[in-house]
């Protein structure tokens, strides 16, 4: 071989080996600045007793994260129940049952919704969502709620991570062969069952993940949430109360109550949970999605 | 009720035999149009299929063989942009002006496309699939059309120890036969055939070929090819379509010996 084509060869692969550790290295760099930063507070604390203790004073040196953790879970689990379910059926709309006008109309729309920044969304919750909680919702289920709170911050987060678990389902029916659906229809199969037998079935993995993915987005997202959620630390199970998830805890506070000891440690080990949490439902999700395809 | 007596049951689909002469077509289409926007893919299409035999529909690719297949099932149904017109005559149903349910009518047809398309099931769960679709539920039922579907197409010895694995974990080729086996567990009249042998090796294509040959005597086939010489080693009717159109029909001898038009001239030349 030409002595010039080996050697770009050998630096194209080189470049590629290169650019793919680097992104495995990121989690790693990232996770292990986050513990060495957070370390001063394991000196005082066990990590047991830091992520299931609810005291949070800061000024005594008490940092207990389950008000965070739980409102971080809490949030999460609302607007994943709220977005799963329209993601699914609008996906399988699109995809199995819509002409290919509202197709080409419904698209442009989603990318929208996609690329609001999060602080839209935040200011419609708080215009929209809100008040909506407080003087519709909670009273229906016999409650007081100043409208700030978990329950709001689910539906606002639902909101935001429909157009990406969207356009993920989206993709997923879109590559299961139409051969397959006219299989189950030749068979004697209506066009529901088709879709609930095959294309559905079919697509297992792909919405394990879509939905693992989105749930993913939901945990760390911050500023709408945070506008919301109404930013108390408090460990009621009721959702129309104000909640504080992690990553609210870290935009709010940083840079502002460093001359608390050990709070800049608190932080970074927030951070580090966030991360590790995030990384757990990406793990769990993916035994899933391996479990399905073996089966 | 005893499994001996299970091939006796009528469900709810009389036999191939009782339902018209070997004389009468099974299939009539009449001035059949098909459109999608301004392009013209199949133009007045008038076609008898007689019953009990292999009818080819033959020509090149692109020249509306498939779509003339899917017409006759109604999954043309599924593609909103296709304008279709005419009739199909399936026995005495107008298949295309019916208010009959579009699941019974497929029904009446199983389908094998050019790539097997095993459901994401079990093998068993394949073939009892469009069984329990007819609302039938016993269990020694639907066991027992599994395993005759299955020894009808020559699968279940090679099957039968293992009915609960997932069907894609079949050969290529012992997937299209699965496929088989799960159109015929329904009963249909014809089974509709698109190049089912185009993805196969030659051994399995001509398993696929023998059990054609051994299935007409009791389903109507119509075999979409542009294979000449599967064609001819198959047909008893030859229908060859060019550009949308029907161009020649006739008993395969007569046809490829003595062709009357250039186009099929040309296709025999180029076929050979």
């Given at each position: 071989m030409h002595f010039r084509r080996r050697i770009v060869d050998k630096i194209s692969g080189f470049w590629m080996v290169t650019t793919m550790v680097t992104i495995l290295l990121m989690p790693v760099i990232i996770g292990v600045g986050l513990y060495i930063k957070a370390q001063p507070l394991f000196e005082h604390n066990s990590v047991w007793d830091l992520i299931s203790s609810s005291d949070w004073s800061p000024s005594k040196g008490k940092f207990g994260f389950w008000p965070f953790i739980a409102g971080s879970l809490y949030v999460t689990i609302f607007s994943f129940l709220f977005a799963a379910p329209i993601c699914l059926f609008a996906a399988i709309h699109l995809t199995q049952f819509s002409s290919k006008r509202l197709v080409q109309i419904m698209y442009p729309v989603i990318d929208v919704l996609a690329g609001l920044p999060s602080v839209i969304y935040g200011v419609w919750g708080i215009l929209v969502i809100v008040p909506l909680v407080s003087n519709f919702l909670a009273p229906i289920f016999n409650t007081s709620s100043s409208g700030y709170s978990i329950f709001a911050g689910g539906i606002v987060l639902s909101v935001m991570c429909i157009p990406y678990m969207l356009n993920m389902l989206i993709e997923v029916f879109n590559t299961v062969p139409v051969g397959l659906k006219e299989a189950a229809l030749s068979l004697g199969a209506t066009q529901w069952e088709s879709v609930k037998h095959v294309v559905i079935r079919k697509s297992y993995p792909g919405i394990i993940s879509a939905f693992g993915l989105g749930i993913a987005k939901a945990f760390g997202e911050t500023i709408a949430v945070m506008m919301v959620v109404g930013n108390s630390v408090m460990s009621s199970h009721n959702p129309f109360d104000a909640g504080y998830p992690l990553p609210a805890l870290i935009a709010n506070n940083y840079g502002e109550m460093m001359s608390i000891p050990m709070y800049d440690s608190a932080l970074m080990f927030a951070a580090l949970l966030l991360l590790v949490i995030i990384l757990a439902i990406n793990l769990v999700f993916r035994y899933f999605i391996h479990k399905t395809q073996k089966q | 009720m005893s499994v001996e007596n299970l091939?006796?049951?009528?469900?709810n689909m009389p036999e191939t035999d009782t339902i018209a002469s070997e004389s009468s077509p099974i299939v009539r289409i009449n001035e059949l149009n098909v459109h999608v926007k301004d392009h013209h893919i199949l133009k007045n299409i008038n076609l008898e299929i007689p019953k009990n035999q292999i009818t080819v529909l033959l020509g090149a690719s692109g020249c509306g063989k498939t779509t003339l297949l899917k017409c006759m099932n109604r999954l043309?149904?599924?593609?909103?942009?296709l304008k279709v017109t005419g009739n199909i005559f399936i026995e005495e149903d107008d298949i295309l002006n019916t208010s009959t349910n579009i699941p019974t009518i497929r029904q009446k047809m199983g389908l094998l496309s050019q790539r097997p398309y095993p459901l994401p099931v079990s093998i068993y769960k394949n073939v009892a699939y469009g069984i329990k679709l007819k609302g039938i539920r016993v269990k020694n039922l639907i066991d027992y059309s599994v395993e005759k579907n299955l020894k009808e197409v020559g699968l279940w010895d090679e099957v039968k120890n293992r009915l609960n694995s997932p069907a894609t974990s079949l050969s290529i080729g012992q997937q299209q036969r699965l496929c088989l086996a799960r159109g015929l567990a329904v009963k249909p009249r014809i089974i509709l055939a698109d190049e089912p042998t185009s993805a196969l090796d030659p051994i399995s294509s001509k398993i696929i070929e023998n059990q054609f040959k051994v299935l007409k005597k009791h389903y109507t086939i119509i075999l979409v090819t542009h294979v000449l010489r599967q064609a001819v080693r198959l047909a008893d009717n030859v229908v060859f379509m060019h550009d949308g159109r029907i161009i020649e029909q006739g008993k395969p001898d007569e046809l490829f010996k003595n062709p009357q038009t250039e186009e099929l001239k040309n296709y025999l030349v180029e076929g050979n």
């Open positions: - | 091939d006796t049951i009528n469900w043309t149904d599924l593609y909103k942009e």
